[in-house]
Nanobody
């Protein structure tokens, strides 16, 4: 059974910062690509950021320059540092792990981020 255990999130005013964590004890970072997705009610889950097995990172245009994805291999934990938060960043954030296109994607339980103006 996959386990991606998320923590962090909460409510913050616009311009503030939050950090999300995702403990991925069963996922070897050299094999699994890790990422973050956001979902708002009534809409599909959308990609936010990824860190791939080669260490490269990627960001959606909406968060580029404000969010930073990282991982601590020793702790097997994925992070998403979010700064200069905007109300449109509000949503349920999910961490994810997969081994590439066409493979099973595992999901964390989700954590709510609410940014007020």
């Amino acid at each position: 059974q996959s386990q991606l255990a998320q923590s962090g999130g909460g409510s913050v005013q616009a311009g503030g910062s939050l950090t999300l964590s995702c403990a991925a004890s069963e996922f070897t970072s050299s094999i699994y690509n890790m990422g973050w997705f956001r979902q708002v009610p009534g809409k599909q889950r959308t990609w936010v950021s990824s860190i791939w097995t080669d260490g490269n990172t990627g960001y959606s245009d909406s968060v580029k320059g404000r969010f930073t994805v990282s991982k601590d291999n020793a702790k097997k934990t994925l992070y998403l540092q979010m700064s200069s938060l905007k109300p449109e960043d509000t949503g349920m954030y999910y961490c994810a792990a997969d081994r590439g296109p066409g493979t099973t994607r595992y999901w964390g339980q989700g954590t709510q981020v609410t940014v007020s103006s």
